[in-house]
């Protein structure tokens, strides 16, 4: 099969046969197919992390919309920790982060998570300030795993008490 297309000055010609078409026609389908079943999979699996989820952490919803606001909250913070791990596994980082029971916070709910925060600019903040200089004759690792050493705790959830200086200083 011969075909000739002509707009204004351009001309566009093929001498492709008529089984060629056909044949690139099929396999045009059969990828939209394995990517269809792709994201078919993708979205089962993100659905059953998230029914998985919600039974580790006893969550439950009575509002739908609510729901499927925690639910792609959820699915973004696993998108972030699993792009972060791979970094790890790279060593572009130095540490593994997880998933956890407020995974599924909307990023506005997270951020009031976060207790006190000094005002940029604040005028007393630069009084009261000092830097950090290294000492010149001390043997400094190259990293501290305090873990190793006992000094630090298991995780534990301050909720919104807004005391995470009384959580870090007693541990």
Not at 17 to 30: G, L, M
Not at 36 to 48: A, C, F, T
Not at 78 to 87: C, F, S
Not at 88 to 112: C, M, W
């Amino acid at each position: 099969m011969s075909w000739r297309l002509s707009t204004n000055d351009d001309t566009i010609e093929s001498t492709e046969t008529e089984d060629e078409i056909v044949d690139a026609h099929r396999s045009r389908n059969r990828q939209y197919v394995r990517t269809r079943e792709s994201l078919k999979q993708l979205i089962r699996q993100g659905y059953d992390d998230w029914e998985a989820f919600k039974g580790v952490h006893s969550k439950r919803f009575t509002d739908n919309d609510i729901e499927n606001e925690r639910m792609l909250a959820f699915l973004a913070s696993q998108q972030h920790v699993r792009r972060h791990n791979d970094a790890y596994e790279r060593g572009d980082v130095t540490f593994k982060i997880g998933i956890n029971h407020i995974a599924d916070l909307p990023f506005s709910e997270y951020q009031k998570l976060n207790g006190y925060r000094r005002l940029f600019g604040d005028a007393n903040a630069q009084k009261n300030s000092s830097t950090w200089l290294s000492p010149l004759n001390a043997d400094i690792p190259e990293s501290l795993d305090w873990r190793e050493h006992g000094y630090v705790t298991d995780v534990k959830n301050q909720g919104m008490c807004g005391s995470c200086w009384a959580f870090s200083a007693t541990g």
